[in-house]
């Protein structure tokens, strides 16, 4: 007698057997693979570096500007450049030696010998102002000097009227007028260099 078959397609029933058996047998592949291995299986952490923002530096810069003279000329400022130290140390001696007059510190032929050193010590200085002075081409520089000749005429004219003031028979009046006159033409000398180099070194 033929058995009768109620299902139509007996495949169907296998079809979910054969799909369960492989996936358990890929479950248990991977955990025998991580055991096996001692493997951890952990999430992998990118560390993201963001870039660091640095501002700008800025550079200083010092802009310098370069006048390049002519060597006369330099030759030229660097003498009257001596000559002002010169007329200081000039002007500081006639002070300490009227002070010390002033002081009762020296006799009166002390203090006329040092005054009369002042003399010889101006006049010295007027020759040393005087020569070579500037390079004739310029006529700036030249002029300038003619006004230093004439102050430095000045002083030695002082020099000579501290002298008389010291051995006048007033009370002191016409060395002291001497004095004042004499400071004020160093003081003119020496701010006319500074003038001078001045206008001649700037840009």
């Known amino acids: 007698m033929e058995t009768f078959n109620?299902?139509?397609?007996?495949?169907?029933?296998?079809?979910?057997?054969?799909?369960?058996?492989?996936?358990?047998?890929?479950?248990?592949?991977?955990?025998?693979?991580?055991?096996?291995?001692?493997?951890?299986?952990?999430?992998?952490?990118?560390?993201?570096?963001?870039?660091?923002?640095?501002?700008?530096?800025?550079?200083?810069?010092?802009?310098?500007?370069?006048?390049?003279?002519?060597?006369?000329?330099?030759?030229?400022?660097?003498?009257?450049?001596?000559?002002?130290?010169?007329?200081?140390?000039?002007?500081?001696?006639?002070?300490?030696?009227?002070?010390r007059w002033d002081n009762e510190e020296v006799t009166y032929q002390e203090a006329k010998d040092e005054f009369a050193s002042f003399i010889e010590d101006a006049e010295q200085f007027v020759s040393t102002v005087n020569e070579p002075g500037p390079p004739s081409t310029f006529a700036g520089l030249v002029k300038s000097h003619e006004e230093l000749k004439a102050l430095v005429q000045l002083i030695y004219a002082d020099s000579q009227e501290l002298l008389e003031g010291?051995?006048?028979?007033?009370?002191?009046?016409?060395?002291?007028?001497?004095?004042?006159s004499f400071n004020n033409n160093i003081n003119q000398f020496q701010q006319k260099i500074e003038e001078i180099v001045a206008t001649n070194t700037s840009s």
């Open 6 to 99: 109620e299902d139509p397609k007996p495949g169907r029933l296998v079809l979910p057997l054969v799909l369960i058996g492989m996936i358990a047998t890929t479950y248990t592949f991977i955990n025998r693979v991580a055991t096996n291995n001692n493997l951890e299986l952990e999430p992998v952490m990118e560390e993201v570096i963001e870039p660091i923002e640095t501002e700008p530096v800025e550079e200083e810069t010092t802009t310098t500007t370069t006048t390049t003279l002519p060597d006369e000329v330099v030759t030229y400022l660097e003498e009257i450049s001596s000559e002002k130290i010169q007329s200081i140390d000039l002007a500081t001696k006639v002070l300490e030696a009227n002070d």
């Open 166 to 180: 010291l051995t006048s028979s007033d009370t002191g009046e016409r060395r002291a007028a001497a004095l004042e």
